[in-house]
């Protein structure tokens, strides 16, 4: 039996303004935090011998192997530093006596930036960004469009999906909402609906099964005419080769993507002097109503502080309740 230390964590996948938090902030809560750049595999998973409590990074996927190496290093718990659970298998992991628990953190950083590529999307922004650092001046062919004419769908109403909300009704916009479970004041319709009738749909909805490919080629065909996508959610949301089709096609107005089906291994990596495997990623780069940013919606001072505090938090919960039954 390994002996674990109730004050030890393990983090791994801890990039270097993640590890100076953790510094920061473990002597509060009286824990030694063992910090490693490496993502969690089966080949490290020794590191967290003496470790009932990990925490890993959300950026690279955890096999089953893995869990299974954990578990036999006598991990019991796993604080992910995100929201989303779609890189864990939380089932296999139960099974094996392994807990999962995701972390909050402010709303604000994804809801901030998603407002942002709303409106560099309606602007044009892409192009005109491009165009001035050539030098070239001229308007382009592309008119903008303000968000107080159109209506906005919003796709999962959690507290992202809340933060966008209130953000909108700022400008004047319509909006409309679609969730499974409705927790909000809002102007509920089904999906189909909301498809049919927004000028810009925005993507809040967790990543699981039901979700998977959630705007399938149907579905983007159902859309408007001209209308704007912007997903800050997960990737595979969306079925991108059929995005890149309908896109191309001249359907869709374009799209603003923090987030692509497939970045595993591409985003968060110096990518500059290596080649690319995913066409689609290259094919809506290329695309000038396309704008994609590196899933970097989250990544604001208070965000990351607050993952970091309650990752840490969330490990003594779990101690607490192990120790007291």
């Given at each position: 039996?390994?002996?674990?230390?109730?004050?030890?964590?393990?983090?791994?996948?801890?990039?270097?303004?993640?590890?100076?938090?953790?510094?920061?902030?473990?002597?509060?809560?009286?824990?030694?935090?063992?910090?490693?750049?490496?993502?969690?595999?089966?080949?490290?998973?020794?590191?967290?011998?003496?470790?009932?409590?990990?925490?890993?990074?959300?950026?690279?996927?955890?096999?089953?192997?893995?869990?299974?190496?954990?578990?036999?290093?006598?991990?019991?718990?796993?604080?992910?530093?995100?929201i989303g659970y779609n890189h864990i298998d939380?089932?296999?992991?139960?099974?094996?006596?392994?807990?999962?628990?995701?972390?909050?953190?402010?709303?604000?950083?994804?809801?901030?930036?998603?407002?942002?590529?709303?409106?560099?999307?309606?602007?044009?922004?892409?192009?005109?960004?491009?165009?001035?650092?050539?030098?070239?001046?001229?308007?382009?062919?592309?008119?903008?469009?303000?968000?107080?004419?159109?209506?906005?769908?919003?796709?999962?109403?959690?507290?992202?999906?809340?933060?966008?909300?209130?953000?909108?009704?700022?400008?004047?916009?319509?909006?409309?909402?679609?969730?499974?479970?409705?927790?909000?004041?809002?102007?509920?319709?089904?999906?189909?609906?909301?498809?049919?009738?927004?000028?810009?749909?925005?993507?809040?909805?967790?990543?699981?099964?039901?979700?998977?490919?959630?705007?399938?080629?149907?579905?983007?065909?159902?859309?408007?005419?001209?209308?704007?996508?912007?997903?800050?959610?997960?990737?595979?949301?969306?079925?991108?080769?059929?995005?890149?089709?309908?896109?191309?096609?001249?359907?869709?107005?374009?799209?603003?993507?923090?987030?692509?089906?497939?970045?595993?291994?591409?985003?968060?990596?110096?990518?500059?002097?290596?080649?690319?495997?995913?066409?689609?990623?290259?094919?809506?780069?290329?695309?000038?109503?396309?704008?994609?940013?590196?899933?970097?919606?989250?990544?604001?001072?208070?965000?990351?502080?607050?993952?970091?505090?309650?990752?840490?938090?969330?490990?003594?919960?779990?101690?607490?309740?192990?120790?007291?039954?």
């Amino acid at each position: 039996m390994t002996y674990s230390d109730p004050a030890r964590i393990t983090i791994y996948g801890c990039c270097p303004d993640e590890a100076v938090l953790f510094r920061e902030l473990a002597p509060r809560f009286g824990v030694t935090p063992i910090t490693t750049d490496a993502p969690v595999s089966e080949a490290n998973s020794e590191l967290a011998s003496g470790s009932r409590c990990i925490s890993v990074s959300h950026k690279t996927r955890i096999t089953n192997a893995t869990l299974l190496a954990l578990g036999r290093a006598g991990v019991l718990y796993i604080s992910t530093r995100s929201i989303g659970y779609n890189h864990i298998d939380v089932e296999y992991a139960d099974s094996l006596g392994i807990s999962v628990e995701n972390v909050s953190y402010s709303p604000d950083s994804v809801a901030d930036y998603t407002l942002m590529l709303m409106l560099m999307a309606l602007r044009d922004a892409k192009s005109i960004i491009r165009r001035a650092d050539m030098h070239d001046y001229r308007l382009g062919e592309v008119r903008g469009k303000e968000l107080r004419d159109l209506t906005v769908g919003v796709i999962g109403t959690g507290r992202i999906g809340v933060a966008v909300m209130d953000r909108l009704r700022g400008f004047g916009c319509r909006i409309l909402a679609h969730d499974n479970r409705p927790e909000t004041a809002a102007d509920y319709v089904s999906l189909d609906e909301l498809l049919q009738r927004s000028d810009m749909v925005t993507l809040h909805a967790p990543l699981n099964a039901d979700t998977h490919h959630l705007l399938n080629r149907r579905r983007l065909e159902q859309m408007k005419h001209g209308a704007l996508i912007v997903n800050t959610a997960r990737g595979a949301l969306i079925d991108t080769e059929a995005l890149v089709q309908v896109v191309e096609s001249g359907w869709l107005g374009g799209a603003a993507l923090d987030v692509i089906e497939g970045e595993e291994g591409i985003f968060y990596a110096d990518c500059r002097n290596k080649p690319i495997d995913s066409k689609s990623l290259l094919r809506l780069q290329e695309l000038p109503n396309v704008l994609v940013s590196p899933h970097t919606a989250y990544y604001t001072d208070h965000a990351l502080s607050d993952t970091v505090e309650n990752s840490l938090a969330n490990c003594l919960t779990f101690e607490s309740r192990n120790q007291h039954g």
